[in-house]
Every structure is written in C-alpha cells, then in structure tokens.
C-alpha cells in the first residue's frame, strides 16, 4: 500500500452545524475543530481544565483533540460548529505553530445571520456554503485571540493518520499496522503520535468511529442491530456490543429510545 499524500488530511472538507438550547454535555474531545457561539443567554464551557463563561454575542474556539464541556447554569440558546481542516486550512496552518492562550471572541449578529442563511439544520452543508460562515468567523478568532508560539502539534503523518481512519474505518481489516504503514510510519511511532497529538490511544478513537458510524445506520428503523455492527467494520457482533457500551454506556437497543439531546450527549469520546 503507498503512503498518502501528507496534505490529503487538509482536503477533509465536512462542517456540521446545530442549534442548543441549555445544553449539557460531559468532558470529551474529537478531531475536528469547534466554535461555539451563542446567542442568548449565558453558556460555561469548560476547555482544559479552564471554566469560561460565553455570554450572548460571543463565542469559544476549542482546537482539535482539546477535552471540553458545557453547562447551562441558566437558559441559554447557542449555536455549535464543528469543522474539519481542510474547511479552513490557512486558519488551521496559523494553529499548528501555536497554542490558544485565550478564546473568547465577539461574533456579531452578521455572522449569526449567516449561519442561518447558509447552514441548513436536516444535512451537511457544502464547503462553499460552510466556508461563507467559517472564514469571516475565523478571521475575527485571529483578531481577538492570542496563539503562543509551540511545537507543531498536528504533524502532517498524523493528519494523514486521521484522514485514512476516518475513509476506511467500515473496513474490518483496518488496524495500528495498516494505517501505519498507509501513512509511511512505523505502528509504534503511530502510537505515539496519537498518544501525544489526540491524548487517547489509536483503538480508542478507531472504536470511536466506528460507533459514530453504527449511530447513523441505526437511525434507520429497518436497519438491524447485526447489520450496524458488521456495516461499521466490526468483526462479532459481541465486540460491536461491547464497544457501543464503552462508548455511549448503553447498549445500541437502549441508545435506540434515547431523545436527539441525549443521544448527542452521550456520543462522544470520553476520557
């Protein structure tokens, strides 16, 4: 297999878009980048240990693989943003040479006014579109938040690494060693990049995947349990079951009944 391009983990372009209203969610962390804008009210997110209070007007920028929370303390409506590298890629080149050392920023009421025009709610809005909402938000971050000088975090092998799990990920074959060597590295080097670029280990965030995956076939009624389990690259049904539990802490029957907020809730990645 021929190592990837190191810049196909740029050309990721996927942003997703959603409305809260006093929302609740416990630590996690994922690979994408985040903003959190709100719009009403007062939401407390909590990024690395550092509780912030975002009030109306402004928002919060979390970096890829940064454990995070929220807590509504009282009402408040926001809105959630995650987006890929490759939706704003000169944004993410200025964050890999440094680290957020502040992140509250104002987000007036135009760009509130864009992601409604822009950003539908029932599918995955085109990069054109997401970029209309994205850059003007991202060039008010740089205005407004401070980026100390560090070592690249995000090697280009990593983000390959990312990039390669997240096409692959259904495939039962995928492994530390295939994705290695997908990426030109050896599975220890891997390991270790994970380890210090995602702070959680390779399987954890490939189990991760693909029970997001079996998520979104479950949403279909017809679906069956034993079709999500093998259509997401799990290999029994018995470790399918086991890792939907580690995940989301139910099992996928139980998570079937649960409410849109709660099953948001608890599909992350928890450390």
């Known amino acids: 297999m021929q190592p990837l391009d190191t810049d196909t983990a740029l050309r990721c372009e996927q942003t997703d878009h959603a409305l809260h209203q006093n929302v609740q969610c416990c630590a996690h962390v994922h690979a994408r980048m985040e903003i959190i804008a709100v719009d009403e009210g007062t939401l407390h997110v909590t990024v690395s240990g550092r509780e912030y209070a975002v009030e109306q007007g402004s928002g919060i920028f979390v970096a890829p693989f940064e454990a995070h929370s929220f807590c509504s303390r009282t009402p408040n409506h926001c809105r959630i943003l995650e987006f890929s590298t490759g939706s704003v890629p000169a944004f993410f080149e200025r964050l890999r040479s440094g ?49 100390a000088p560090a070592a690249p975090r995000y090697e280009d092998s990593f983000l390959a690494a990312l990039d390669h799990i997240d096409r692959c990920c259904t ?43 079996a998520v979104q076939l479950l949403e279909d009624p017809a679906c069956t349990v034993t079709e999500a389990a093998f259509l997401s690259g ?36 928890f450390i």
């Open 99 to 147: 680290t957020p050392e502040s992140r509250i920023f104002p987000v007036p009421p135009e760009c509130f006014a864009l992601m409604d025009k822009f950003l539908p709610y029932d599918r995955r809005p085109d990069i054109l579109h997401a970029q209309a909402v994205l850059l003007p938000l991202c060039c008010i971050l740089c205005d407004h938040i401070r980026f």
């Open 171 to 213: 495939q039962p074959e995928l492994t530390l060693e295939s994705t290695a060597a997908a990426v030109g590295l050896h599975p220890v080097t891997l390991s270790k990049k994970f380890a210090r670029s995602a702070q959680v280990g390779f399987h954890t965030y490939l189990r991760h995947r693909r029970t997001v995956h």
């Open 234 to 269: 799990f290999g029994s049904l018995r470790s399918f079951n086991r890792a939907f539990a580690q995940v989301t802490g139910l099992t996928p029957s139980q998570f079937r009944r649960l409410s849109e907020t709660e099953k948001n809730r608890r599909l992350t990645l």
